[in-house]
Every structure is written in structure tokens, then in C-alpha cells.
Nanobody, 126 residues
Framework: QVTLVESGGGLVQAGGSLRLSCAASGRTFSVYTMGWVRQAPGKEREFVAAINWSGSNTAYADSVKGRFTISREDAKNTVYLQMNSLKPDDTAVYYC???????????????????WGKGTLVTVSS
């Protein structure tokens, strides 16, 4: 069992930056591919970024490539999402998720995640 708790959301102006954190409980954190998924108001959840169990492979949605960076620190059971050059379209609830899969597989479908966090709200003002 893995419990995921996101933090770091908030209100930021367009062009600004935020870093989201996802703290995981459980001793098996290091075996999971970790990902970030977001849901904007009135829209379906969409994949944002993923990092595999070793940190050697990452995947990003086209809409965030070059602006967002995912990383993990297994010693702290934490995965991060550094978000730069934020746009109003990035406004959403950001969820952390874990799955026994590859980063590319997580990018192709967000169905079948093993564990989800409750989300943290990011609001980007214009």
C-alpha cells in the first residue's frame, strides 16, 4: 500500500514558477513509476509527466515539454514537479499517481494507476 500526499500548489502569475511535491508512504516507493496528472475545470484528467522507478526515463505531455521537469528522491520517498513559465492553461488540480509500469506506458494512458493522491490546486492568473 502506498499513500500519496501532494503539496506546493497555489496562486501564481503567468510566467511564474511553482514546485509541486508528492510524499509517499510505504517501503516500496522505489519500485513504482511515479506520475503527475492534472484536471482543469470542466475537463477530463490528462497526463502531465512521469518518471520511472530508477529515474532514468521520463515522459512529458507535449503541452508541458521544455517547461516542466519531473524528478524523484527515493531517500525522501518524494517526487517533484518543477513548473516554469506557467500559463493560465496550466490551471488545474494536479494529482500524483503511482503505478508498476513504464513512464511511456503511463503517458499513453492514465487508466489503471495503482495509487492516487488527493490533488493540489494550481491557479495561474493572466
Amino acid at each position: 500500500q502506498v499513500t500519496l500526499v501532494e503539496s506546493g500548489g497555489g496562486l501564481v502569475q503567468a510566467g511564474g514558477s511553482l514546485r509541486l511535491s508528492c510524499a509517499a508512504s510505504g517501503r516500496t516507493f522505489s519500485v513504482y513509476t511515479m506520475g503527475w496528472v492534472r484536471q482543469a475545470p470542466g475537463k477530463e484528467r490528462e497526463f502531465v509527466a512521469a518518471i520511472n522507478w530508477s529515474g532514468s526515463n521520463t515522459a512529458y505531455a507535449d503541452s508541458v515539454k521544455g517547461r516542466f521537469t519531473i524528478s524523484r528522491e527515493d531517500a525522501k520517498n518524494t517526487v517533484y514537479l518543477q513548473m516554469n513559465s506557467l500559463k493560465p492553461d496550466d490551471t488545474a488540480v494536479y494529482y500524483c499517481a503511482a503505478s508498476i509500469t513504464t513512464a511511456q506506458a503511463m503517458a499513453s494512458t492514465i487508466n489503471g494507476m495503482d495509487f492516487w493522491g488527493k490533488g493540489t490546486l494550481v491557479t495561474v492568473s493572466s
